[in-house]
């Protein structure tokens, strides 16, 4: 398929330990953008990347959070030192053009984290 | 403060019967707004977009929504429901200096289709 790719699909990891998740965008879309789904929350922006430009971090909850974007595709996600309070859906979407394009952000199916 | 409202967290109606999610936002400017579709352990599914030609946009799977500036609100309608719409829905904006580098989400509609 052509749809934004991620994994793991789930994960579960102990407190403490750190973990990283994987976002594959669709090809040709220079946005790259990261999510966190939880209840009470609901979805909140955690990240935003368009083409070289400086990422946009304002959405990071803490220094334990940070991402990556290699080659201006693949990104990766790193939470450090993993709390309870991180357990959440983590979302990424990519986008044709940035977020004033008015071009719509396609979604991956999400990775499930789970801190014991 | 710039904001998204769904104005119900849960909806249900029987199948065939019309739909309506409502949602409201603030903005001083005139922002891009959409509405996604979530179903269970999935991410979420464009169903429609507006951003400043016809206030009537017409979406996928018979969803339509019209922007009314006047009243600063984005509802989301279908003339008539399937089971396969029950489902979480976001009303969603982006697309000013007021949103920055993001989409802004509503609380989420959670809508029931009975048989």
């Known amino acids: 398929g052509a749809g934004v790719s991620q994994s793991p699909s789930n994960k579960v990891t102990e407190k403490g330990k750190d973990v990283e998740l994987r976002c594959d965008p669709i090809?040709?879309?220079?946005?790259l953008y990261w999510y966190r789904q939880s209840l009470g929350q609901g979805l909140e922006f955690l990240i935003y990347f368009q083409g070289n430009s400086a990422p946009d971090k304002s959405g990071l909850p803490s220094d334990r959070f940070s991402a990556e974007r290699t080659g201006g595709s693949v990104s990766t996600l790193t939470i450090q030192r993993t709390q309870q309070e991180d357990s959440a859906v983590y979302l990424c979407?990519?986008?044709?053009?940035?977020?004033?394009?008015?071009?719509?952000?396609?979604f991956g199916d999400g990775t499930r984290l789970s801190i014991l | 403060a710039q904001s998204v409202t769904q104005l119900d967290s849960h909806v249900s109606v029987s199948e065939g019967t019309p739909v309506l999610l409502r949602c409201n936002y603030s903005?001083?400017?005139?922002?891009?707004l959409f509405w996604y579709v979530q179903h269970p352990n999935k991410g979420l599914q464009l169903l429609l977009k507006y951003t400043s030609a016809a206030t009537l946009v017409k979406g996928i799977n018979g969803f339509e929504a019209e922007f009314k500036k006047s009243e600063t609100s984005f509802h989301l309608t279908k003339p008539s429901a399937h089971m396969s719409d029950a489902a979480e829905y976001f009303c969603?904006?982006?697309?000013?200096?007021?949103?920055?580098?993001?989409?802004?989400f509503g609380a989420g509609t959670i809508l029931r289709v009975k048989s």
């Open positions: 979407a990519s986008s044709l053009g940035g977020a004033f394009s008015n071009q719509p952000q396609h």
């Open positions: 903005s001083s400017y005139s922002p891009s």
């Open positions: 969603v904006v982006s697309g000013t200096e007021e949103y920055g580098n993001k989409l802004v």
């Open positions: 090809s040709g879309h220079t946005a």
